[in-house]
């Protein structure tokens, strides 16, 4: 929760924002590391690049600092996954002020069903709950997170990273106009290497006899 004493806080640090463009450089910020390094991929040097939750950060509970309001108040491009994923960004981008264009790297993404058969039927009961990550709930000795309707951690299909790298190489060069050679000749870069890795994934699972696919997971 965005409290009084982050506001003050963030008001005493917005004096030090810095500019969207430094040192020649797209400064860009990610809410976790996962979207970053699409970026980063996609960006290359035209593009500084940092993730407000970290590569050992939980972006559900995830409690924004001063200085990621300042981070965020002085970007040209704030990359969000969308889908219900980020509950605290909105506040968060209206404390700061910012001016920054906001991207949803899934739009374009087709969401899948909790309660479907590819995730089970745990989550069936929690459709039409609210879809913001800061509720999470105390059951059976663990912390439980209210995803809502539709599974946000669209990331982990890599037709869906192909997407995500689409729409970040659009918004790159909305931004950075004179950069557009560069985030096109890196984005098809990276898409490729993508389908090649999404290529070896199905590869592998058709290997597999039907009655030995069977995942273990700590999270639906």
């Not at 940092?50 to 300042?70: C, F, K, N, R």
């Not at 990359?79 to 739009?107: H, I, P, Q, Y």
């Not at 309660?115 to 105390?138: F, I, L, M, N, R």
């Amino acid at each position: 929760m965005i409290t009084r004493r982050f506001l003050m806080a963030f008001a005493a640090a917005l004096a030090f924002a810095v500019p969207a463009f430094a040192d020649g450089k797209l400064k860009v910020v990610g809410t976790f590391s996962i979207l970053t390094d699409f970026v980063a991929n996609v960006g290359g040097d035209r593009v500084e690049v940092i993730s407000l939750v970290g590569p050992d950060g939980d972006a559900h509970v995830y409690q924004p600092s001063p200085a990621d309001a300042q981070a965020v108040a002085g970007a040209a491009v704030i990359v969000v996954n969308g889908m219900g994923f980020e509950g605290w960004m909105d506040r968060l981008v209206e404390a700061s002020g910012t001016k920054a264009t906001l991207v949803t790297a899934s739009d374009g993404v087709t969401p899948i069903a909790f309660g479907t058969p590819e995730h089970g039927e745990d989550h069936a009961e929690e459709e039409g709950h609210d879809h913001d990550h800061d509720q999470a709930k105390e059951e059976k000795g663990h912390v439980r997170y209210d995803h809502g309707t539709f599974d946000p951690h669209a990331w982990q299909s890599v037709p869906n990273v192909q997407i995500y790298v689409s729409n970040i190489a659009a918004a790159l060069t909305k931004a950075d106009p004179e950069g557009e050679a560069v985030y096109t000749e890196n984005a098809t870069a990276y898409l490729a290497e993508l389908g090649a890795l999404d290529t070896e994934i199905r590869a592998a699972l058709v290997a597999l006899p039907q009655d030995r696919r069977t995942i273990v997971t700590s999270h639906d």
